[in-house]
């Protein structure tokens, strides 16, 4: 689904050649840095960097890999990246098996004031509260949120920020599909919306990489209307790739007022049942 060669290849098509110092050529056909730039400006042999962007060469050391991040503009969050795909072949990490502790399902239905969802590296959602359904308008734990997004146009309004959101949602299945490679489940996902969205298919072979652990997220709710929350995404320990995620209001603000209405939605206005589901 992901490998170094096709990494290396979009990572410097989007280098400005000025920011490290080439000047303007009006004869310039590639976009961003020529291989042998790159080559040069992070002192490797032009033959080994061709062997890298075609998957030839062997296991590129620690210093190789820092010097390309460096030319390359790298964060960290892609520096990371960067070094899974380049270990892919020593060492491929086995997919987990996404199944929540009962305990852990306690700790969910004490949060009552926010949505929270557990969400696996795929991005399904394992088991989410009361108000979580109530948000979604829809059983949380038979949901992903990359299918909601890219697939389901009716359910597109209540992202505020759509693009955004997608620009997320592609940043983080891109980071997973370079440490599960060998993960059936998420190569079908991402064949399935590769297939139904254009969008989509854009967004992935930009092969950008994006780690959000929190920030702010709106939703338009079809019920009580604007509500802009803060998500603040949890790890839970000894449950490889499985988050708890929170949504909750600022304090007094309108979006809090949003969610306590929404939680004294009876079953006739639409009260979603939420359950877990505790298999991948």
Partial sequence: MDDLASYLRTRRSRVDPASV??????RRRVEGLRREEVAHLSGVSVDYYVRLEQGRATQPS???LDALARVLSLDETELGHLYRLARQRRRRAKAPVGRVRPEVLRVLD?????????????LDVLAGNRLAGLLFGRPPSKM??????????????????????TLDV????????????DDPGLASLIGEL??????????????????????????????????????????????????????????GSPAEDGLRLLAG??????????GPLCQS
């Avoid at 004490?110 to 795929?122: E, Q, T, W």
Wanted: glycine content about 6%; hydrophobic content about 40%.
């Fill in 110 to 122: 004490l949060i009552v004031d926010a949505p929270a969802l557990i969400m696996d590296h795929r």
């Fill in 62 to 64: 620690e210093q190789v």
């Fill in 21 to 26: 110092g080439i000047p303007a050529d009006r």
């Fill in 265 to 274: 939605l009876s079953a006739d206005t639409g009260e979603a049942h939420v």
């Fill in 170 to 181: 592609v940043g983080h299945l891109r980071l997973a599909a370079g440490k599960y490679p």
């Fill in 194 to 251: 590769a297939m139904g969205s254009e969008r989509f298919r854009r967004l992935w072979a930009r092969a950008d990489v994006r780690a959000r652990t929190h920030g702010r997220k709106v939703y338009r709710h079809p019920l009580v209307g604007l509500l802009e929350l803060h998500q603040e995404n949890f790890a839970l320990p000894d449950e490889s790739s499985l988050e708890l995620l929170v949504l909750s209001p600022a304090p």
């Fill in 144 to 165: 992903n949120t990359a299918r909601h997004l890219f697939l389901d146009e009716a359910e597109r309004g209540l992202y505020a920020e759509w693009e955004q959101c």
